[in-house]
């Protein structure tokens, strides 16, 4: 069977605003990726006693798993009003990475690949990561997870 989708081109735009002072203190950035033909978004009530997997990435598409190659963009909206979120990208070596979201806010990746280093060495190579996780504070949270692939 042929695909009926059509590729489109996936429109993100980040935007800040502050009158500081009376000053207006404003920044807008557009950036267009093309070629969307696949969206994952969900929300996820994330528990805090547990690290619950979000996505997990291969060579092939499942419940839950994304091509690694196709993906272009990931956000991670933390939708609670009070508690933070630890969100976790780990690789096939299980390394790992965490970066803490804070109530209402966001993690974006335009894709899987990344770079941890224990030593502070010098870069040498992205890898695949394998996964990303989340972990509540305090309490649940509700998570909304959406990602982009060609």
Same mark, same amino acid.
């Given at each position: ?6 590729? !489109? ?7 800040? =605003?502050?009158?500081? &002072?009376?000053?207006?203190? $404003?920044?807008? &950035? ?5 070629? +969307?033909?696949? +969206?994952?978004?969900? +929300?996820?009530?994330?528990?805090? =006693?547990? !690290? ?17 190659? $196709? ?9 609670? #009003?009070? $508690? ?15 970066? !803490? ?9 335009? &894709? ?18 394998? $996964? +990303? ?5 305090? #309490? ?7 990602? =982009?692939?060609?």
């Amino acid at each position: 069977m042929a695909t009926t989708i059509t590729p !489109q081109t996936l429109d993100v735009t980040i935007s800040t =605003a502050i009158n500081l &002072n009376g000053q207006p203190i $404003n920044s807008e &950035n557009k950036l267009s990726i093309p070629s +969307i033909t696949a +969206i994952d978004k969900r +929300i996820v009530n994330v528990p805090s =006693a547990t !690290q619950v997997t979000l996505v997990t990435f291969g060579t092939t598409v499942g419940a839950g798993q994304l091509i690694t190659g $196709n993906v272009k963009f990931i956000q991670i909206t933390n939708k609670d #009003s009070t $508690n933070f979120v630890r969100v976790r990208v780990t690789r096939t070596s299980l390394a790992t990475f965490d970066v !803490q979201i804070p109530a209402g806010g966001y993690y974006i990746a335009m &894709n899987p690949q990344e770079s941890v280093s224990e030593t502070g060495a010098a870069f040498s190579a992205f890898v695949n990561a394998y $996964n +990303i996780s989340a972990q509540a504070d305090t #309490s649940p949270c509700d998570v909304e997870f959406f990602a =982009a692939s060609i």
